[in-house]
């Protein structure tokens, strides 16, 4: 398995590698320890520390991934502002469609494969069909080539029974697919979701299509569902794993009480988007405060606010400790409802106890109801300057978001941004689109995008 994160990590220990965000290094050292079954003690640990690593990747990418399509949409719009572009037109619609905004994801594509000039990938047919056919099953259709095949089975939610035998993913593209169609079938392997991770990781370090209309303009354009694919395809990884844990944990009772197995399955699924299934994980026993407020966010999402609200305001009367009041607003903040009441809850946090997931969360709030630059002071306060860009000691994830808030709010601080995205993709691969596309955003921004030498290959 290739490592995500640079660096050696022989003789070390995983738990500090994972205490310092190098999550696919802990993975590849506890993997080791839980080759055989049934596991012994210190297997068993190390199958937690699986399950929790491929977690915190898929959270990871979680969070890259809006930053991503927010970066691309501004790119893409910007060239075409300067010049018609086909293939900027094709993955601006791709950003749409992400987006569920059909109408206007189905013009980028009809305008796409109308425009003079470079000649866009079959796949723009296929994504035509699925945005008039608002994101559902289009029918029908013969696409000839490798890629266009595999992204027709993708968009149609298809699971690994519906790929023809003799269907091989020889490209990138369909590399990528491939590996969406694993992440979501319960019948695919750990073994074969991390050998597909492995190779669309490697694919997404290299555009996907490289234009050079003049001397001295390039552009290159990366697939914009490598980091979303990657984010399912880690929690599909850590539910397995999970899976795994609830039968060997059985005899040791001591750890199986420790571990909360069936809580941190119901919290995988709710990431994964499985509600329903969520909410089976949940018990007698997760009536306490903690339990109660993950409920609460599962019912959120299952479209019964009414009683989500109900438990978060009976927690919130128990609550006694800042790390209570913290997820209680993180509760508030993921289902988008009561910001206000969420963002007073942080405040009363914050007020306890000081810490980088105690501002991200009263942040995020601030951003949320529209105050942007109490935003960004919130986030400056818990970024440790004096360890700028250095992912073994702030959370990625953190750095991520203080930059994306930037993005949102501070075009003046665009070259900050794009110093810690080169931070970032040195260590995570799978994002070096963000900074190559945050580069062109940036050069944009200050000249014009048609003039300037973006999106270089290298770095």
């Known amino acids: 398995m290739l490592p995500l994160f640079s660096g050696a990590f022989a003789a070390q220990d995983p738990l500090d590698l994972f205490k310092r965000h190098r999550y ?55 060239v075409l502002s300067e010049a018609k572009s086909p293939l900027a037109l094709y993955y601006l619609g791709q950003v749409q469609y992400q987006n569920g905004q059909w109408d206007s994801a189905a013009s980028s594509f009809e305008k796409a494969g109308k425009s003079e000039g470079a000649k866009v990938p079959e796949e723009n047919d296929v994504f035509l069909n699925y945005a008039r056919a608002h994101g559902k099953n ?13 992204q027709a089975l993708d968009l149609s939610g298809a ?29 695919s392997s750990v073994e074969e979701i991390r050998k597909a991770i492995a190779a669309v990781i490697h694919d997404g370090q290299s555009p996907e299509i490289s234009q050079d209309p003049g001397r001295n303009t390039q552009l290159n354009f990366y697939d914009p569902f490598l980091l979303e694919t990657l984010s399912r395809a880690y929690l599909s990884v850590s539910q397995v794993w999970q899976t795994r844990l609830l039968e060997e944990e059985k005899r040791f009772p001591e750890l199986q009480r420790k571990f909360g197995t069936t809580r941190g399955l119901a919290e995988t699924c709710l990431l994964r988007g499985q509600y329903s299934q969520a909410l089976q994980f949940l018990g007698p026993q997760d009536n306490d405060v903690p339990g109660r407020i993950l409920k609460a966010k599962i019912l959120g999402k299952l479209g019964k606010v009414g009683e989500a609200r109900t438990l978060l305001e009976g927690a919130t009367r128990e609550a006694k400790s800042p790390e209570i009041l913290r ?66 000691q702030i959370d990625p994830e953190y750095m991520s978001q ?7 709010s501070n075009k003046m601080r665009y070259e900050e941004i794009v110093e810690t995205l080169y931070h970032l993709q040195k260590e995570i691969p799978a994002c070096r689109q963000m900074y190559y596309t945050m580069q062109g955003v940036s050069a944009g921004a200050a000249r014009n995008y048609e003039t300037q030498r973006i999106f270089r290959k290298g770095g």
């Open 24 to 78: 696919e290094d802990a993975a590849t050292l506890w993997e080791k320890d839980v080759r055989n079954s049934p596991l012994d003690e210190k297997g068993v640990r190390s199958l937690k520390g699986l399950s929790l690593a491929s977690r915190q990747l898929g959270s990871l990418y979680s969070k890259l991934h809006p930053f991503s399509l927010a970066l691309s949409a501004a790119y893409y719009k910007g």
């Open 159 to 187: 699971d690994v029974s519906a790929i023809p035998g003799d269907l091989k993913a020889s490209t990138p593209r369909a590399r990528r697919c491939r590996l969406s169609i694993l992440a979501r079938s319960a019948s």
């Open 402 to 408: 203080y930059s994306f808030a930037i993005f949102l």
């Open 327 to 392: 997820d209680l607003a993180e509760s508030y903040y993921f289902l988008a409802t009561d910001l206000q009441k969420g963002l007073q809850l942080a405040t009363r946090a914050l007020e306890d106890k000081d810490g980088a997931n105690y501002h991200r969360i009263s942040a995020e709030l601030l951003l949320a109801t529209g105050k942007s630059d109490a935003a960004l002071q919130e986030y400056a306060r818990g970024y440790k300057i004096e360890f700028r860009n250095r992912i073994d």
């Open 138 to 150: 289009a029918g029908s259709g013969s696409p000839k080539s490798n890629a266009a095949q595999w």
